[in-house]
Nanobody
C-alpha cells in the first residue's frame, strides 16, 4: 500500500493562506479516495475534506466550506489542501489519509495515514 508524507505546514497570521501537500509513494493514489483530517490540541481528530479517485468529486466539513479546497494530481501522486483566510481555530496537525472504500468522512474508513504536518495560526 502507499506511504503518505504531508508537507507545507507552518506558522502564519490570521487571514493568511497555506497549501498543504501529501505526496504518496509505493503505489498509485488513483485507486484511493484521499482525505484530509485535522486534530486541534486537546481535541479529537476531525474530518476536513476528501476527494474521489478519478471524478474528483469533493466533500468538505461545514467548518471549512468555502475556505479550503482539496485537489489531487494523480499523475504526480499528490493531493493538496489549499487553505485560505486562516483563523486561529484552524490550528492543529493536519493528516492526509487514503482509503479503498467509499465512506468519505469517517476516519475509521481510511486505510493509510501520513504522520501529519503542523499548522499554527496566530491572531
Amino acid at each position: 500500500q502507499v506511504q503518505l508524507v504531508e508537507s507545507g505546514g507552518g506558522s502564519v497570521q490570521a487571514g493568511d493562506s497555506l497549501r498543504l501537500s501529501c505526496a504518496a509513494s509505493g503505489g498509485s493514489i488513483s485507486t484511493y479516495i484521499m482525505g484530509w483530517f485535522r486534530q486541534a490540541p486537546g481535541k479529537e481528530r476531525e474530518f476536513t475534506a476528501a476527494i474521489t479517485r478519478t471524478t474528483f468529486n469533493t466533500l468538505y466539513a461545514d467548518s471549512v466550506k468555502g475556505q479550503f479546497t482539496v485537489t489531487r494530481d494523480n499523475a504526480k501522486n499528490t493531493v493538496y489542501l489549499q487553505m485560505n483566510s486562516l483563523k486561529p481555530e484552524d490550528t492543529g496537525v493536519y493528516y492526509c489519509a487514503a482509503q479503498f472504500g467509499n465512506i468519505w468522512g469517517k476516519s475509521y474508513a481510511y486505510d493509510v495515514w501520513g504522520r501529519g504536518t503542523q499548522v499554527t495560526v496566530s491572531s
